[in-house]
């Protein structure tokens, strides 16, 4: 699971695909933290695009955890955006949408990390 | 080239073997008549004739003249030998290991040169086996009659060789100098070689006097039946010019060998095809580098296939040693058919083919081994796991025992772990004589480290309940700030605690990232509790988790589960999701107790998955409150009933 990047003023939004589970957490984690010291050190966010994301086993849930503390570690901020309905349930049910701040779009989480981040998603669209 | 065979006709026809040798000088005489340029005899007349008339008063008595006339008559030795004289002869020899004194020195022959040390590695014999004396006066020469049998297989031979310090030539080269003319001389030559030469004939034989017989295939054209010259019922001009082996074909005479062609042919034929092979130039020759070579040659396949098989896929070293052992044996077919080399390409070949086996048998017993090991270590970790299983069900507690004596509830759990240990467990006891406490968990992760974290957070999650006073979303804040201290691994776990009010049917739920509680009103359908809640323990540092009321009616049921229910899979891949739980709990019975509903989900669960493997630990834990002691409903309820 390589993680794809596309920055947008200071955020960047992290595309998370497939499924995420014992077998790739690691990796995951790997890859996500690169992009989160990134951002931290240009006191930005990370943005996941979880609409690619089908299934988030309990494994996975602990992935997202660890990312979530070694954000917070860096004073980091992840956001994430465009849930399956499938993995909203599981945000739901284990209560990460209080661990996470989570909103229906990615548009809309860019919007909540930064008037900057939305304003050149918009255009990134628009062209 | 022509064989007079000895056979069984002529021996039915004029007597067993030995015959009178005055028959054998009558046979001579026929074919000198023929004047063949030479002629060997593949016989040899060892002992006086028994049929010699000297020796007839031997056997018989006989009258003195009668006795005395036959001595003075000429013995029948003497006729073969002046037969003999007739045409150039060579007479058979047979080297002996030992000295036989009767045939002192070397048989008479044509002169003999050793040149440049040739002699010095030469077979060489003590004695000879020769003919009477009187038969020997006839021979022209003599010829030695050795084959070399190898394996059974006349390959090799001897053409030369050395009786005391003379050089004797085999019978066949004999015959052929016979014809030619010329004396005998041994050169060394190239390849370790020795050169047999006599007039313009250069025949190579080995260092020891052996020569490998280009041997064709038999003809039988080249056969002229004794009998049948005996009996004069065969033309014998075309013996003209010739040369004539005489020998024995008869089977009951035990003189067959087989060829490396493969045929048994009568030992004459052996001479008569060395004869003919000299004859025609046809040699076979046998390096004395010819070992090296074929040792050099094994090295190297040998060590082609060493480095070959550990890299490439079976069927591609199958191949290059089917192409090896094909190549050996054409190249060495190559020089056979060319040059008339002999190189072994049995010894490369069957060595490669060795080499390749026990390489096979190597890397075969290395698969083993490694199979082995994996499977020892599956079973150590299946006893880890075992023993991490055991803990985590010793730890469980039986509702049956824990509310024995409870009847206004009727408590059931159930807890079938996966074949990999999960992290579920489930709690349950009396907080004081009214509350019943329960708590249902999921420790993310799996194996031991999840197995040992479940036992401590249960523990945990025990004390906090059993000591933290006001809200249930307090215990848990308290147990998240205690399994938090130590939690190296980062481990979380989701939890589902309740607290039911057995007088009242007031209930408290907090959620910590759990499966939601199903409840089931009587008369009602079942419906997923959703009350609010917070993550799994340990995900956030600190968080408030609320707490839910809820007043159970009596004979209402709650359902906790793990999501080894929900996440479910069947062979397709599906859940069992929550609108098949809600399905599966509609069809249960008004009046069931726990232990009905808790069997019931499992065997939806159960037949949903069909050959699935569970993947996740699967924890169903039902209450079903009866009423409080005031209530009159459940005057007559039994004790709790568990699984």
């Given at each position: 699971?390589?993680?794809q990047?596309?920055r947008?003023?200071n ?25 989160v ?14 609409s690619g994301?089908e ?8 992935c997202?955890?660890l ?15 465009a ?13 990460f ?5 989570v ?13 900057d981040a ?7 669209a628009?062209? | 080239?022509?064989v ?23 046979l ?11 002629m ?9 004739d028994?049929?010699?008339p ?5 056997v ?26 007739r ?6 020899v ?9 045939f ?21 014999y ?15 020469s ?28 085999g ?28 007039g313009?004939?250069?025949?190579p ?19 002229i ?13 075309p ?5 004539v ?6 089977l009951?005479?035990q003189d067959l ?19 003919e ?6 040699f076979?020759k046998?390096?004395d ?25 079976a ?5 290059a ?9 054409g ?8 040059a ?17 086996g026990?390489?096979?048998?190597g ?17 150590r ?7 991490a299983?055991?803990?985590?069900m ?8 824990v509310f024995s ?5 009727s ?7 996966a ?12 907080l004081?004589?009214n509350?019943?406490f ?5 420790v ?12 401590s ?13 006001g809200?249930?979303g307090?215990?848990l ?11 190296p ?6 939890a589902?605690?309740g ?11 907090a ?7 199903w ?13 609010a ?23 209402e ?15 397709a ?6 609108e ?12 069931a ?22 993947a996740?630990?699967?924890t ?7 009423g ?6 459940q005057?007559?309820?039994v ?5």
């Open positions: 699971m390589a993680l990047a596309r947008f003023a955020a960047l939004v992290v595309d998370v695909s497939g499924r995420l589970d014992q077998d790739n957490c690691d990796a995951f984690r790997a890859d996500l933290m690169v992009h010291e990134q951002s931290a050190h240009d006191g930005g966010s990370v943005v996941l695009d979880l994301l299934y988030v086993s309990s494994a996975g849930l602990r997202f955890m990312a979530y503390r070694q954000a917070k570690a860096q004073h980091g901020r992840i956001l994430v955006g849930l399956q309905p499938m993995v909203a349930e599981i945000f739901e049910i284990s209560h949408n209080l661990v996470f701040q909103f229906p779009t990615v548009r809309e989480a860019l919007a909540a990390a930064s008037s939305a304003a050149s998603y918009d255009k990134a628009v062209a | 080239m022509a007079v065979a000895i056979d069984e006709k002529a021996i039915a026809q004029y007597g067993q073997w030995p015959w009178p040798r005055t028959r054998v000088a009558e001579v005489s026929l074919i000198a008549d023929a004047k063949p340029a030479a060997a005899l593949d016989i040899l007349f060892a002992e006086p028994r049929y010699s000297a020796a007839i008063e031997k018989i008595s006989l009258p003195p003249e009668l006795a005395a006339s036959l001595r003075r008559l000429d013995s029948s030795d003497a006729v073969l030998g002046r037969a003999l004289k045409v150039p002869t060579a007479l058979a047979a080297g002996l290991d030992q000295d036989d004194p009767q002192a020195g070397a048989p008479a022959g044509p002169p003999f040169r050793f040149v440049g040390g040739a002699e010095s590695s030469l077979r060489s003590k004695g000879f086996l020769h003919n009477t004396r009187e038969v020997d006066a006839g021979a022209a003599h010829g030695l009659v050795s084959v070399d049998f190898e394996g059974g297989i006349a390959r090799r031979m001897q053409y030369v060789a050395r009786v005391g310090v003379h050089g004797v030539a019978l066949a080269p004999e015959l052929v100098r016979l014809a030619v003319g010329g004396t005998l001389a041994l050169h060394p030559a190239a390849g370790g070689l020795l050169e047999l030469r006599f313009d004939y250069r025949v034989v080995q260092a020891d006097g052996r020569a490998h017989v280009y041997f064709g295939r038999s003809d039988p054209s080249r056969f039946q004794a009998s049948d010259i005996l009996s004069g019922r065969v033309d014998l001009a013996l003209e010019g010739k040369l082996l005489v020998g024995f074909t008869g009951g005479l060998a087989v060829t490396p062609l493969g045929e048994s042919v009568p030992g004459v034929e052996n001479h008569a095809q060395a004869a092979a000299i004859v025609e130039e046809r076979l046998r390096h580098f010819a070992p090296r070579l074929e040792a050099a040659v094994l090295l190297a396949f040998g060590l082609a296939l060493f480095w070959l098989a550990p890299r490439a896929n069927l591609r070293s199958v191949s040693l089917a192409a090896g052992v094909v190549l050996i044996a190249a060495a077919w190559l020089a056979f058919r060319q008339g080399l002999l190189f072994d390409p049995v010894s490369p070949a069957l060595g490669g083919m060795l080499v390749f026990m390489m096979q048998v890397s075969l017993a290395e698969a083993q081994r490694q199979r082995q090991q994996l499977r020892e270590q599956a079973a970790m299946a006893g880890e796991l075992d023993a299983k055991r803990i985590q010793g730890l469980l507690p039986d509702p049956r025992e004596d409870e009847a206004r509830v408590v059931a759990a159930l807890l079938v772990p074949r990999t240990v999960g992290g579920d467990f489930y709690d349950c006891f009396m004081d004589a509350r019943l329960f708590v249902v968990a999921d993310s992760g799996k194996g031991l480290p999840a197995s040992l974290f479940m036992a957070a249960k523990s945990v999650l025990k004390s906090a309940a059993l000591t933290v006073e809200s249930l307090g215990v804040a308290r147990a998240q700030d205690e399994i938090q201290r130590e939690n691994e980062s481990l979380f776990v989701t589902l605690a607290i039911l009010d057995l007088e009242t049917g007031e209930l408290e739920i959620n910590a990232g759990h499966e939601p509680v409840i089931h009103p009587p008369g009602g359908k079942p419906v997923r509790f959703d009350a809640g917070g993550p799994p323990l340990c995900v956030m540092d600190v968080f408030p988790y609320p707490t839910t009321r809820h007043a159970l009616l009596p004979g049921w709650i359902l906790a589960i793990s999501d080894g229910a929900t996440e479910a899979m069947n062979t891949r599906e859940f069992f999701g929550a098949r739980l809600a399905t599966s709990l509609g069809w249960i019975g008004e009046d107790g726990a232990v009905a509903i808790v069997e019931r989900v499992r065997e939806d669960v159960k037949r949903f998955s069909g050959e699935a493997e569970p996740d630990d699967l169903l834990f039902a209450i079903r409150w009866r409080g002691a005031r209530d009159p409903r005057s007559n309820a004790g709790s009933d568990a699984i």
